[in-house]
């Protein structure tokens, strides 16, 4: 069964614009969670939808958001870039909810 | 809150020896499970094992076992016979299941090197 899956896996954008990032889940999952992770903050949450619903938030601005498809693929948006925004977002997948999380490769975000 | 803490930044250990991670955990609730993931350089986060909190047993995954002190909120991990491939970050997590919440809580991380 192939794994989580997670584009682009690199991406440049400079302060101000916006970006779109692309989650495939493991075939059959249908929960979805979101994380950033970054040197100084480490890993956290972002959000985790289920059935095209999200479910719980993390404690983020609200130019962070996302969305599930019927197919169970996620997108998440970052409008406006800061900074700070450069991380790593990993994608993570699990059957339904409050189940063992299976991670993709990661997009690696680099805001200049 | 949900609170995860690894308090070894870095760790080393011989080829083939055997090494053990720190980790403890605070948490208010009863239905949770913990868990050990790997990021190797790579970062792609893999699963290495986890431990249900109602299960007395300890978890073993072939030289990946735990050591889960439920009273005094502790988990680490013991790596046996330690191989080249094991040298990454190793993240403790926590995630409740009792409540409306299933997310993964992480801890901050120990590097773990692997000397030949």
Known sequence: KAGVTQTPRYLIKTRGQQVTLSCSPISGHRSVSWYQQTPGQGLQFLFEYFSETQRNKGNFPGRFSGRQFSNSRSEMNVSTLELGDSALYLCASSPTVKETQYFGPGTRLLVL | ?116
């Open chain 2, 1 to 116: 809150a949900q609170t995860v803490t690894q308090s070894q930044p870095e760790m080393s250990v011989q080829e083939a020896e055997t090494v053990t991670l720190s980790c403890t955990y605070d948490t208010s609730e009863s239905d949770y499970y913990l868990f050990w993931y790997k990021q190797p350089p790579s970062r792609q986060m893999i699963l290495v094992i986890r431990q249900e909190a109602y299960k007395q047993q300890n978890a073993t995954e072939n030289r990946f076992s735990v050591n889960f002190q439920k009273a005094a909120k502790s988990f680490s991990l013991k790596i046996s016979d330690s191989q080249l491939g094991d040298a990454a970050m190793y993240f403790c997590a926590s995630a409740n299941y009792g409540g409306s919440q299933g997310n993964l809580i992480f801890g901050k991380g120990t590097k773990l090197s692997v000397k030949p």
